[in-house]
């Protein structure tokens, strides 16, 4: 059984786009989202710099168009299914690169989704200091503790050991001056406290903005950040996918849902690498591949006959 997975933010690199726009199917899928969303896609992907695409108002779309145009080549016409993949999950903002995998969105509405999801995030963290912070090590329930202590939240729950907490960006400096006993603290290079009560400004944008979207039923299996659930319609994805920017995401019980699932084997889209990274330590025995150049397609396609 093998699955797809969708990267979130952070996972970008300046001019990560350039040898994949020389695939047809690449590049017409990039034109059309750009199209559709008002983001210069080929440009923000080829020669904008770091702090650039960094900004979550750009690196948001940019991240969602690499995966569905990443799909577009691996697929060649087909659907997901047809290919043979079992189920697709999405860190944060990969939700959405998953719900176009699944069926649920198109490719255009999906990039307009979260083109202004992405702008509402960046309004959001405007408002005040805040930050992230990544806790490799620890004891988690020692880690909530001294989080709450600080009035910081646990943003994202990895797995494989990692927690990222969020908050005013003084608290942040706090917690990597006094680590959880056993922890590192590593800084994040992002704008804001993501998935936490400060992205609540966000919510209501992204509230009013959904009640326009047509959404599909899942055409195969898709497990939620929220806890890791199967989600069973496209009503319920949007309203998870409101809920989702100010809740934290637990990608630790996606991957504990994907073992008990009787996954076998992962391939991670473009830009690819952290979720591979997190599975290689979290899902012992699960055949992995991160799918960070064209020349890698081969290698997916074989995968996946060897797991169908």
Known sequence: MIVIVCPGQGSQTPGFFTPWLELPSFRKSIEAMQDASGVDLITHGTISDAETIRDTAIAQP????????TMSALLDGKTLKELGIAGISGHSV??????????ILDAETGICFVNTRGQAMAKAAALEPT???AIIGGDQSEIEVKLAALDLE????NGAGQIVAAGQAQKISDLQADPPAGAR??????AGAFHTRFMQPAVEVLSDYSKGISANDPELTLWSNQQGQVVASGDDFIKLMVS???SPVRWDY?????????????????PAGTLVGLAKR?????????VKTPENLEQALSLIDKHR
């Open 94 to 103: 990969g939700e959405i690169t998953a719900a176009v995998g699944a069926g």
């Open 282 to 290: 979290a899902m012992p025995g699960v055949e992995t591949l991160a």
């Open 185 to 190: 603290v590593i800084p994040l290079q992002v």
């Open 131 to 133: 930050s992230m912070a």
């Open 244 to 246: 989702q920017i100010s």
């Open 62 to 69: 940019l991240i969602v168009a690499a995966g569905v145009a």
């Open 254 to 270: 996606c991957m504990k849902a994907m073992l008990d699932a009787g996954v076998s084997a992962m391939i991670e889209l473009s």
């Open 154 to 157: 646990p943003a994202n729950y």
